[in-house]
T-cell receptor
């Protein structure tokens, strides 16, 4: 079956521009996560969606970051007024519900470069 | 306090030999899950193996096994019969009830870069 897909795979943008990153989770997975991977910070949690519940936004680094999930499936992560420190690989993952024992399956990531 | 510790930034192993990648964790929650992921140079995070805190047996998946020592809070990954394709970054991760506001997000270690030598 299809895995988690993300687009674009690479994005180069100028400082100050807005960007949108897309994630399409595995069909039937109700939980969706966004993580960020950078050289200095390792892998960091950003935001979590579970069904129709309010998202857990506790990992978003600033109010320039936002995300939505439409129809319980596709998610879009938006970064406004990008800064150079936003350069990183943005990874999306999905799982069959929450809970500590569910493995998460990751997409290939979007490499964002802010110039 | 760091929840996941991987003390080996880099490891080398001869092809066909076994290798152990270390991982220690810290949690006060009796219910937690431990996961290992592989990240090759292509960048994708590949799920390898899972161990639940209440599991009595060590997890195994093909050439991967997890040496789970609960009292020591240790969850080392053992790769048997290493192959050139095993060269990658390996991340240990954990989920517990304190992982976010009900989100149970993964907390990752800093990773170990494994290089398999022909």
């Amino acid at each position: 079956g299809a895995g988690v897909s993300q687009s674009p795979s690479n994005k180069v943008t100028e400082k100050g521009k807005d960007v949108e990153l897309r994630c399409d989770p595995i069909s039937g997975h109700t939980a969706l996560y966004w993580y960020r991977q950078s050289l200095g910070q390792g892998l960091e949690f950003l935001i979590y969606f579970q069904g129709n519940s309010a998202p857990d936004k506790s990992g978003l680094p600033s109010d320039r970051f936002s995300a939505e999930r439409t129809g319980g499936s596709v998610s879009t992560l938006t970064i406004q007024r990008t800064q150079q420190e936003d350069s990183a690989v943005y990874l999306c993952a999905s799982s069959q519900g929450g809970g500590v024992h569910r493995e998460q399956y990751f997409g290939p990531g979007t490499r964002l470069t802010v110039t | 306090a760091q929840k996941i510790t991987q003390t080996q930034p880099g490891m080398f192993v001869q092809e066909k030999e076994a290798v152990t990648l270390d991982c220690t964790y810290d949690t006060s929650d009796p219910s937690y899950g431990l996961f290992w992921y592989k990240q090759p140079s292509s960048g994708e995070m590949i799920f390898l193996i899972y161990q639940g805190s209440y599991d009595q047996q060590n997890a195994t998946e093909g050439r991967y096994s997890l040496n789970f020592q609960k009292a020591r809070k240790s969850a080392n990954l053992v790769i048997s019969a290493s192959q050139l394709g095993d060269s990658a970054m390996y991340f240990c991760a954990m989920r517990d009830a304190y992982s976010g506001a009900g989100s149970y997000q993964l907390t990752f270690g800093k990773g170990t870069k494994l290089s398999v030598i022909p």
